[in-house]
């Protein structure tokens, strides 16, 4: 009888240590998230296809006079965004980065729209990243409950304006699971470049590209999530977000995305139940449609802020 429990005792801290492990390393906060210098994010010069165009943006975004603003998320965390003043009676972009990334070095090429446009604008660090306090991130889970913060921030502090959310990658599935989320009246679109359908999707997508069997990963994945993040990945995705009520959707996504397939965009586009455009960069990578067709993007972004900005008037 005490060899059963002994065994049964050892396999259940195997699990609760596998479980604890798989968390820290799918949603544990490391060092780099908290790093000041969105420079330090750029990846390599020779796997980048445009590292010099760029590294400019960044600089160029990171020269920019900004104010730090701070709010409360729904469970107490203090969030942290730069904020940057345009136009008197300007709209609001709010803008979410990736998966441990910058919010500078995800938003210079939004940033730099933006400000060509006179808009104001909030680079938002994600909860555990930056400024913002947090020890782990969820995937969008918890991070669409900050999104609605911080569209609720804009809104008090700019009664009268509109607010466009945005994300890139982590951050687009960010906003298209906030869009469908109780929102001030005032948020007029949602923009998602190169978003994942769902945490489930992209978490089991990776896993098995590093060799190891999605299915029996997962859910120990999902059991770290729960006992040691306090959060179910399972909760939220976009999908299902976007077959709700939602404010105008843009989805930009590169064809040649090998991070997260352009068919999960496909998915969502699919799914949408209210007014929704999504565009196809031919050639870029993950993350990468504004530096691989610039003047595309860029038209692409003003003719959906003019369209949701006609709706206001």
């Known amino acids: 009888m005490i060899w059963a429990v002994i065994v049964i005792a050892s396999l259940l801290l195997a699990l609760l240590g596998g479980a604890y492990y798989a968390y820290r390393r799918t949603f544990g906060k490391t060092k780099r998230m908290q790093d000041p210098d969105p420079l330090s994010f750029i990846r390599d010069p020779r796997g980048s296809a445009d590292y010099e165009g760029h590294k400019k943006r960044v600089e160029a975004a990171s020269a920019v006079p900004c104010e730090r603003v701070f709010i409360r998320a729904s469970d107490g965390l203090r969030l942290s965004a730069r904020y940057y003043d345009g136009s008197k009676d300007a709209p609001?972009?709010?803008?979410f980065h990736g998966?441990?990334?910058?919010?500078?070095?995800?938003?210079?090429?939004?940033?730099?729209?933006?400000?060509s446009l006179g808009y104001r604008i909030l680079l938002c660090d994600q909860r555990a990243h930056g400024e913002s306090e947090g020890r782990c991130l969820t995937f969008g889970v918890k991070e669409r409950l900050d999104a609605k913060c911080w569209a609720e921030y804009a809104a008090e502090r700019f009664p009268d304006a509109p607010i466009f959310l945005s994300g890139i990658s982590m951050g687009a599935a960010t906003v298209l699971m906030a869009a469908s989320l109780p929102m001030p009246r005032t948020v007029v679109g949602v923009l998602a470049d190169c978003p994942y359908s769902s945490p489930r999707e992209i978490i089991m997508k990776v896993v098995g590209e590093m060799g190891l069997p999605p299915r029996l990963m997962y859910p120990l994945i999902r059991l770290g999530a729960l006992?040691?993040?306090?959060f179910d990945p399972n909760e939220s995705d976009a999908v299902r977000s976007v077959r709700m009520k939602t404010p105008p959707l843009l989805i930009v996504h590169g064809t040649a995305d090998g991070f997260v397939p352009s068919e999960m965009s496909s998915k969502i586009d699919a799914a949408a139940s209210n007014a929704h455009t999504l565009v196809l960069v031919d050639g870029a990578d993950h993350g990468k449609s504004f530096t691989v067709a610039p003047e595309l993007y860029v038209k692409t972004l003003t003719d959906f802020f003019g369209e949701c900005l006609k709706k206001t008037v």
């Open 99 to 115: 998966y441990r990334s910058n919010a500078i070095h995800d938003g210079c090429g939004l940033h730099a729209v933006a400000r």
């Open 92 to 95: 609001v972009v709010i803008f």
């Open 227 to 230: 006992l040691y993040g306090g």
